[in-house]
């Protein structure tokens, strides 16, 4: 994954020598998302398709600058209706 320069793809973390994941079963205590709070702000990145919460707000964690730029002008594009909206929805420039 490090051959590839990170603004030639969408997935433009490629500096990163592993991938954290965590997983869990649904409960009333949510004891993963308290440690994943602390855990957060050391991390760099973020691959949706291991991602449940979808929060537009995050969409920089997946796409930094100036990739989320050239997908939205990709979307308005190729994707104008946005037929594609589902997981994270990467809004169309206008």
């Not at 030639?8 to 949510?30: D, E, G, Y």
């Not at 990145?45 to 930094?64: H, I, N, Q």
């Not at 190729?78 to 929805?89: A, G, K, R, T």
């Amino acid at each position: 994954m490090h051959d590839v320069p990170r603004d030639r793809m969408a997935w433009a973390h490629r500096t990163q020598h592993f991938s954290v994941l965590a997983a869990t079963a649904p409960t009333k205590v949510p004891r993963l998302d308290e440690h994943w709070g602390r855990l957060y702000p050391l991390l760099n990145g973020m691959y949706l398709s291991f991602e449940t919460g979808t929060d537009p707000a995050r969409l920089l964690d997946a796409f930094p600058e100036p990739v989320l730029t050239r997908l939205r002008r990709l979307k308005a594009e190729w994707d104008p209706h946005e037929v594609f909206n589902q997981n994270f929805n990467i809004p169309p420039t206008p």
